[in-house]
């Protein structure tokens, strides 16, 4: 039986201070370099069916070929499924990211397996170009979770200089921000 969401190649963590969150990971766990986004540029953001101007800050790492995403709203009174989770749970981990690479038939046809299994993206946007777009689907009811399904063709030699930069990471320069996502 193939799972649902396919392999997890990110955990993504709802926080309420990025700096902070890249601290822990790099000081207590070992975990970096991040790639921080002061305010990631996703203009195409829906929330239960509705544009929404949630505003975010982002940070990706990787530890093996596991991709670590921090998230902090940068705008808490907008709706959206990272002020839900901070208000239902606090911070922690959000969701189970897997990667679509081969494109944009590739990712419609995985969004489609969830349909079929009756779940349905309540958050979902996109980075504002082809091959960048993401999908939240509610599978949360048990172990606090939920599935995101992440288009991500256009980011993958991006990626691979993160996960790379980890292999190769000394402990210098924990903190490497980025302009635009």
Known sequence: MTPLLGTVDQLGYVVTDLRAAMRHWTENLGVGPFFSFAEAAIPNIYYLGERTPVRIGVALAYSGDLQIELIQQLNPEAPSA????????????????????????????????????????????????????????????????????????????????????????????PVRPVDGL
């Open 82 to 173: 990272y002020a839900d989770f901070l208000q239902q749970r606090g911070e922690g981990l959000h969701h189970l990211g897997h990667f679509v690479e081969e494109g944009e038939a590739a990712y419609d046809a995985h969004v489609r397996r969830f349909a079929d299994a009756g779940v349905t993206p309540y958050h979902n946007g996109d980075s504002g170009g082809p091959g960048t777009r993401f999908a939240y689907f509610p599978t949360e009811a048990h172990g606090g979770t939920v599935a995101e399904v992440i288009e991500t063709a256009l980011y993958r030699d991006f990626f691979a200089t993160i996960r790379d930069a980890a292999r190769d990471w000394d402990g210098r320069d």
